[in-house]
């Protein structure tokens, strides 16, 4: 047999039992379910490298054994890469804070709809301040309009805020912001 027709031998077996294999190493539960994917590709690695896979009488037979063979690999590996004690439990720290991503989230909502009841020119005079961090001259030059009426839109934006915001929601933001 030509190296053409053993991979092509190969890829029939890959395409024909991939999904077989999957359900075969979740049957076993040997290996975690992220690592399903890369324990199968390992094993069709390694029949890629086997030269002679015209001896193979049983295909599948042989797939599955390797695989038994490759998840019991993994998972003596993974048992040496990542001790089970109960004392590393004690370092970990959780990265994540829901209460405050909660916090954060109804303040965006809140803030959203306050911008909402702005007009127009309000808001784009406000995202040419805060976003583009341009000043009250730098903003007249670019809308064509007095920096008197800039300084106008801009208080009449800041009370129409106020009206809409809850203080109190924005003092109770995590890391003091206002």
Do not use: C
């Amino acid at each position: 047999m030509n190296d053409s027709d053993a991979q092509r031998r190969l890829t029939h077996w890959f395409l024909q039992w991939r999904a077989p294999l999957r359900k075969f190493l979740i049957g076993r539960g040997t290996v975690p379910a992220s690592d399903l994917d890369d324990v199968a590709q390992e094993v069709f690695l390694r029949l890629l490298r086997y030269d002679r896979t015209e001896l193979v009488e049983h295909p599948q037979a042989y797939l599955y054994k390797m695989a038994g063979n490759v998840s019991a690999e993994w998972a003596l590996s993974a048992r040496r890469r990542r001790p089970h004690g109960p004392e590393w439990l004690a370092d970990l720290v959780a990265g994540d804070q829901p209460e405050e991503e909660a916090g954060e989230a109804a303040l965006q909502v809140t803030v959203g709809r306050a911008l909402e009841t702005l007009t127009a020119q309000q808001r784009t005079v406000m995202r040419l301040q805060f976003f583009e961090g341009l000043n009250r001259a730098q903003i007249a030059s670019r809308l064509g309009v007095s920096e008197r009426s800039v300084k106008r839109v801009l208080v009449k934006s800041y009370g129409k805020l106020r009206e809409k915001l809850d203080l109190n929601l924005l003092r109770e933001l995590p890391h003091g912001r206002e």
